[in-house]
């Protein structure tokens, strides 16, 4: 079969003969992957390997069509349309044990050590099947795994319904927070970034208020904006080092910051900024995967419910929709900048070359 194989730094291989997974276990599901996309910690891993096996099939942001089910599977049958958790866990670390699956000592995810989702087809254990409603689509199903990601961290909180939250960073993740703080009640979301058009896109995605943070630091902005007070809640979703420190200094008194993003740099904090945690009391949480307990947890369901109401809608996120021939080129693409993307989706099921990423743009840097 066709897929997109990692085997070394930067070393990324479409190939066409790469063999079909098969059930070997008698709870194994195979899909027929028909989108996925490239996450952030792909475009990492391809940068600088981490935990891998070489020549492995990457990926692992997906949905697609079972064509296959083991002997001992139940509810789920042949043409189901389904997304699936990548992420496993080892049920045996006091952490498992103690219903906490985000916190595995051997947490790993497909596309690493085991056959990932950047081909026509992967395989889960059937406890990792996540079923799709006839009216979510497959691109949006895609993106399944990022939004339970997001999830996870606001149900670390203690949002209450009424409260302000500001996003630092609208990539896809932090996209996605602007509409997860809507469907937990903000009634004032502030989208916070250096791309006008990333919060162009916020802003049709829910997002009240929209700051460059270019134009003046937005602390001073969102100080301006709530009379001095800070929001209730921020959420650090860029993974910047930068960013990492400057959403400190965004919440009230008491307030609180969880930290989605990861920054793949030292962060030095400035005195100002590290004050706040202490001066303001602030509750600081840091967010891991998407999973809890019972596996794979409510950031799936919820998130599947959220895009069959369309309270999460991710086609705005999409920038390009390729075949998986295109996956060495954009990636290189991606690393460097030169293409303006938000989400990239590949569909395997696509033979024809689409020419999208042939158009440069050069993309700000930052968050």
């Known amino acids: 079969m066709k897929s997109l194989n990692l085997y070394g730094v930067q070393d990324?291989?479409?190939?066409?003969?790469?063999?079909?997974?098969?059930i070997e276990n008698d709870n194994d599901v195979i899909i027929k992957v028909k989108s996925v996309g490239i996450c952030g910690s792909d475009t990492s891993r391809y940068k600088k390997l981490g935990p891998y096996v070489e020549g492995m099939t990457f990926g692992h942001e997906f949905a697609g069509e079972v064509t296959e089910v083991g002997p001992e599977v139940?509810?789920?049958?042949?043409?189901?349309?389904?997304?699936?958790c990548p992420a496993f866990v080892c049920e045996k670390?006091?952490?498992?044990?103690?219903?906490?699956?985000?916190r595995c000592e051997n947490l790993?995810?497909?596309?690493?050590?085991?056959?990932?989702?950047?081909?026509?087809?992967?395989?889960?254990?059937?406890?990792?099947?996540?079923?799709?409603?006839?009216?979510?689509?497959?691109?949006?199903?895609?993106?399944?795994?990022?939004?339970?990601?997001?999830?996870?961290?606001?149900?670390?909180?203690?949002?209450?319904?009424?409260?302000?939250?500001?996003?630092?960073?609208?990539?896809?993740?932090?996209?996605?927070?602007?509409?997860?703080?809507?469907i937990f009640g903000a009634k004032k979301v502030y989208a916070i970034d250096i791309d006008d058009k990333k919060l162009q896109i916020a802003k049709e995605l829910g997002a009240d208020v929209a700051i460059n943070s270019l134009e003046k630091p937005a602390h001073e902005q969102i100080m301006e904006y709530t009379n001095g007070r800070g929001v209730d809640l921020a959420v650090e979703s860029a993974g910047s080092p930068i960013t990492s420190a400057q959403v400190l200094a965004l919440p009230k008194k008491g307030g609180e910051v969880v930290f989605m993003g990861i920054p793949y740099a030292d962060i030095n904090i400035e005195r100002f900024y590290f004050e706040k945690i202490v001066r303001n009391e602030l509750t600081i949480y840091g967010s891991w995967n998407a999973i809890s307990a019972p596996f794979p947890g409510k950031e799936w369901t919820s998130?599947?419910?959220?895009?069959?109401?369309?309270?999460i809608n991710v086609e705005p996120m999409i920038s390009h929709k390729l075949s998986l021939q295109e996956g060495p080129e954009v990636f290189q693409k991606v690393i460097n900048r030169?293409?303006?993307?938000?989400?990239?989706?590949?569909?395997?099921?696509?033979?024809?070359?689409?020419?999208?990423?042939?158009?440069?743009?050069?993309?700000?840097?930052?968050n």
């Open 303 to 311: 998130t599947v419910h959220y895009m069959s109401t369309g309270q």
């Open 93 to 102: 670390c006091e952490y498992c044990l103690g219903g906490e699956p985000a």
């Open 338 to 366: 030169e293409i303006d993307s938000v989400k990239v989706i590949f569909n395997p099921e696509k033979t024809e070359v689409s020419g999208e990423i042939n158009n440069v743009e050069e993309v700000p840097v930052g």
């Open 12 to 22: 990324l291989r479409f190939e066409e003969n790469t063999p079909v997974p098969v």
């Open 108 to 182: 790993s995810v497909i596309g690493a050590r085991r056959p990932g989702a950047y081909a026509e087809y992967t395989k889960l254990p059937a406890t990792h099947i996540v079923p799709l409603p006839d009216n979510v689509d497959y691109d949006t199903a895609a993106l399944v795994e990022p939004s339970a990601v997001v999830a996870h961290g606001f149900y670390r909180t203690k949002i209450q319904p009424g409260a302000e939250v500001a996003i630092m960073g609208v990539g896809s993740i932090g996209l996605l927070a602007v509409q997860w703080a809507k």
């Open 74 to 84: 139940e509810g789920i049958k042949v043409g189901d349309r389904v997304a699936g």
